[in-house]
T-cell receptor, first 114, second 116 residues
Framework: DTGVSQNPRHKITKRGQNVTFRCDPI?????LYWYRQTLGQGPEFLTY????????KSRLLSDRFSAERPKGSFSTLEIQRTEQGDSAMYLC????????????FGPGTRLLVL | AQKVTQAQTEISVVEKEDVTLDCVYE???????LFWYKQPPSGELVFLIR??????QNEISGRYSWNFQKSTSSFNFTITASQVVDSAVYFC?????????????FGTGTRLTIIP
């Protein structure tokens, strides 16, 4: 039974570049969530999907951020024109809506924007 | 709007002592779920417990126990006979709705250090 996986685990980029992260949820889970965590803070909700439908987006998700889950399986989170303030840990979680849905988290992608 | 407050930023105790981590929440919903997660130095959030708003029974799991009190909007977590492996950041979280699988609102976390 594999858990949630995220790639890459670490990403260093220069300001202004685009980056894309991938999340593979637990196979039978139909909900997928993205959170962002900065140093010393709790994770903050960004967006979530049920299958391929994006159900909610936080106002934290500026126009530079876009998330997709095209086939209802893996998801990608893209940040365009990165800024230093985007440096954070990006966490993905999944849950099964058909039973009480505890969210299980992946290891995260740590982004550093220079 | 939902909110979770963990007033204790850092706690240090000597190994084998008991320690309680506090969590206070705010919500307008009558149906909601509360969670505790552990984040060890490796960084991955590990699920510990889920409790729904209709179940105020305390729960014990080994050295861990949880006290849910709706009257004070608190969901506190106690570790008995602490061990060095318990050192981590602990987050309390809230999800409104019927299934506990809507977005999570996290507190700022409590960093627990167990001194050998």
């Amino acid at each position: 039974d594999t858990g949630v996986s995220q790639n890459p685990r670490h990403k260093i980029t220069k300001r202004g570049q685009n980056v894309t992260f991938r999340c593979d949820p637990i196979s039978e889970h139909n909900r997928l969530y993205w959170y962002r965590q900065t140093l010393g803070q709790g994770p903050e909700f960004l967006t979530y999907f049920q299958n391929e439908a994006q159900l909610e987006k936080s106002r934290l998700l500026s126009d530079r951020f876009s998330a997709e889950r095209p086939k209802g399986s893996f998801s990608t989170l893209e940040i365009q024109r990165t800024e230093q303030g985007d440096s954070a840990m990006y966490l993905c979680a999944s849950s099964d809506r058909d039973i009480v849905g505890t969210q299980y988290f992946g290891p995260g992608t740590r982004l550093l924007v220079l | 709007a939902q909110k979770v407050t963990q007033a204790q930023t850092e706690i240090s105790v000597v190994e084998k002592e008991d320690v309680t981590l506090d969590c206070v929440y705010e919500t307008r919903d009558t149906t909601y779920y509360l969670f505790w997660y552990k984040q060890p130095p490796s960084g991955e959030l590990v699920f510990l417990i889920r409790r729904n708003s209709f179940d105020e029974q305390n729960e014990i799991s080994g050295r861990y126990s949880w006290n849910f009190q709706k009257s004070t909007s608190s969901f506190n977590f106690t570790i008995t006979a602490s061990q060095v492996v318990d050192s981590a950041v602990y987050f309390c979280a809230l999800s409104e709705g019927d299934f506990g699988n809507e977005k999570l609102t996290f507190g700022t976390g409590t960093r627990l250090t167990i001194i050998p």
